[in-house]
């Protein structure tokens, strides 16, 4: 066979092709030394002598009909005498340690952010922890680290990663969206641990944080983040209302004869939707609905009342609002709602900062969602670091 219209696949610094071999689905490609390019130390690239020698062979992409490429080469081994390691010479375009070259690599990498790992090995008749090894280095080289330099808000939440409740903490950037931090844990110390890890200049441009109610993250803000201003979650709010009325709902159910709780059953969709989503021809029934049962109308206005509290641009005026809901809450002796407007009154200061700061958990939901996705290609995530580095990639790349 002749290798001169083919030797251009193959040209690798310091080796020449010597002979390819072809069989009914793999193939050899035999390499030499090019006598004119010393060997040379991986780490330093400094010429190393040629005290031992050796064979070694990688993995190359399919080509043509050909599924498996083995390329064999020759290697050098010995002490470079200019970082004084000991080291095993191979071409840049191979990873140091794995039997691959980097396009291989790549070309998994690729099809692993689209197809499950199991399914991408089947295609290239490897395993698929070989499938999440590659894809790990590939993106480990290509994703940079995280610049930490002058964000204005942080994102933080915990994300159930695998069976029996194994969470993690994640930190994005609010702005952009960008993957900072993961540890697993979803205590106040897996973020202290990154906090603490900031400068000062760096822990001074944050003027806010976002979170859920949850007291272990507000402590560890607190005490790492003196000067930043704590956004609880919007969404987590509103879905703490909408529980109020659900609960609402329940107790009404439990004391209604068994004609009215029929009615009361049916009616959990017209309560939990806002009034502006509501289809037109659903309303008569929430009106009658309301009409029936006093506790459940009250429920329903102040869930929509409560919305409101979004609406102010001044952090004075919205607290004075939401004091205002919060004592008609308490008024109406829902008891859902005395314990939510309990709740909320300790937390005053938080719920209005978002006035001021315009933090939201949308960006960090979308996340949450690629979370899930990601676990499900991946048939499953036991690394954590593997986990990261792919999180990582997909929100730099949708930042950029």
């Given at each position: 066979?002749?290798?001169?219209?083919?030797?251009?696949?193959?040209?690798?610094?310091?080796?020449?092709?010597?002979?390819?071999?072809?069989?009914?689905?793999?193939?050899?490609?035999?390499?030499?030394?090019?006598?004119?390019?010393?060997?040379?130390?991986?780490?330093?690239?400094?010429?190393?002598?040629?005290?031992?020698?050796?064979?070694?062979?990688?993995?190359?992409?399919?080509?043509?009909?050909?599924?498996?490429?083995?390329?064999?080469?020759?290697?050098?081994?010995?002490?470079?005498?200019?970082?004084?390691?000991?080291?095993?010479?191979?071409?840049?375009?191979?990873?140091?340690?794995?039997?691959a070259?980097?396009?291989?690599?790549?070309?998994?990498?690729?099809?692993?952010?689209?197809?499950?790992?199991?399914?991408?090995?089947?295609?290239?008749?490897?395993?698929?922890?070989?499938?999440r090894?590659?894809?790990?280095?590939?993106?480990?080289?290509?994703?940079?680290?995280p610049?930490?330099?002058?964000i204005?808000?942080?994102?933080?939440?915990?994300?159930?990663?695998?069976?029996?409740?194994?969470?993690?903490?994640?930190?994005?950037?609010?702005?952009?969206?960008?993957?900072?931090?993961?540890?697993?844990?979803?205590?106040?110390?897996?973020?202290?641990?990154?906090?603490?890890s900031?400068?000062?200049?760096?822990?001074?441009?944050?003027?806010?944080?976002?979170?859920?109610?949850?007291?272990?993250?507000?402590?560890?803000?607190?005490?790492?983040?003196?000067?930043?201003?704590?956004?609880?979650?919007?969404?987590?709010?509103?879905?703490?209302?909408?529980?109020?009325?659900?609960e609402?709902?329940?107790?009404?159910?439990?004391?209604?004869?068994?004609?009215?709780?029929?009615?009361?059953?049916?009616?959990?969709?017209?309560?939990?939707?806002?009034?502006?989503?509501?289809?037109?021809?659903?309303?008569?029934?929430?009106?009658?609905?309301?009409?029936?049962?006093?506790?459940?109308?009250?429920?329903?206005?102040?869930?929509?009342?409560?919305?409101?509290v979004?609406?102010?641009?001044?952090?004075g005026?919205?607290?004075?609002?939401?004091?205002?809901?919060c004592?008609?809450?308490?008024?109406?002796?829902?008891?859902?709602?005395?314990?939510?407007?309990?709740?909320?009154?300790?937390?005053?200061?938080?719920?209005?900062?978002?006035?001021?700061?315009?933090?939201?958990?949308?960006?960090?939901?979308?996340?949450?969602?690629?979370?899930?996705?990601?676990?499900?290609?991946?048939?499953?995530?036991?690394?954590?670091?593997y986990?990261?580095?792919?999180?990582?990639?997909?929100?730099?790349?949708?930042?950029?």
């Open positions: 066979m002749k290798t001169i219209n083919i030797k251009a696949l193959y040209a690798f610094e310091g080796y020449v092709v010597d002979e390819i071999e072809c069989a009914e689905s793999f193939a050899q490609v035999k390499l030499r030394f090019d006598k004119r390019i010393p060997p040379k130390c991986p780490r330093c690239h400094g010429v190393i002598p040629k005290n031992k020698t050796g064979k070694s062979c990688v993995m190359d992409s399919p080509l043509a009909h050909l599924n498996t490429i083995w390329i064999l080469f020759p290697t050098v081994q010995g002490r470079c005498p200019n970082c004084l390691h000991y080291v095993t010479s191979r071409p840049k375009e191979f990873h140091p340690t794995k039997k070259t980097w396009r291989y690599m790549r070309q998994i990498s690729s099809w692993a952010s689209l197809a499950p790992a199991n399914q991408v090995g089947s295609m290239f008749g490897i395993s698929a922890s070989s499938v090894i590659y894809d790990q280095a590939v993106l480990g080289r290509d994703t940079p680290p610049n930490l330099d002058g204005r808000a942080l994102l933080v939440d915990e994300k159930s990663v695998r069976k029996q409740h194994n969470y993690v903490t994640v930190v994005l950037n609010a702005d952009t969206g960008e993957l900072l931090h993961m540890q697993e844990g979803k205590k106040g110390e897996s973020l202290a641990v990154f906090l603490r900031l400068s000062e200049d760096q822990k001074r441009s944050i003027q806010a944080v976002g979170m859920d109610r949850g007291g272990a993250y507000k402590r560890a803000v607190e005490q790492n983040l003196p000067n930043a201003a704590i956004v609880f979650d919007r969404f987590h709010l509103v879905m703490n209302v909408n529980q109020a009325v659900d609402t709902r329940r107790i009404e159910w439990n004391k209604a004869s068994k004609e009215d709780k029929k009615f009361i059953k049916g009616g959990r969709f017209l309560l939990l939707t806002n009034a502006s989503n509501l289809a037109e021809k659903k309303q008569p029934k929430l009106q009658e609905l309301m009409a029936a049962n006093q506790s459940l109308s009250t429920a329903y206005l102040l869930k929509e009342q409560f919305q409101s979004y609406h102010y641009k001044s952090e005026w919205a607290k004075r609002y939401l004091l205002q809901w004592a008609l809450a308490q008024e109406s002796e829902l008891k859902p709602f005395v314990r939510l407007a309990k709740g909320f009154l300790k937390s005053t200061k938080e719920i209005v900062s978002y006035a001021k700061h315009k933090i939201t958990s949308g960006k960090i939901e979308s996340f949450n969602n690629q979370i899930a996705r990601i676990i499900h290609r991946s048939c499953g995530v036991s690394n954590l670091d986990l990261f580095i792919r999180l990582r990639h997909a929100t730099v790349m949708r930042s950029a």
